[in-house]
């Protein structure tokens, strides 16, 4: 997994834990922009990929 940059707080909390959801944002490449979820508090995460 790439490192992720936080951007904001989501305005969703985890399906996993019901915490704090911060939107990510990550290049897997010079021509991609990924955004992406991630807990603050488990492990769960999702991006707008497969
Ligand atoms: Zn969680």
């Known amino acids: 997994m790439i490192d992720a940059e936080p951007i904001a707080d989501a305005d969703r ?3 996993e834990c019901g ?3 911060l939107e990510v944002g990550y290049m897997p490449s010079a ?3 990924v955004t ?3 807990c603050q508090e488990c492990d769960w995460r999702e991006t707008d990929r497969d």
Do not use: H, Q
């Open 13 to 15: 909390a985890c399906p």
């Open 19 to 21: 915490e704090n959801v």
């Open 31 to 33: 021509l991609e922009f």
């Open 36 to 38: 992406g979820w991630k």
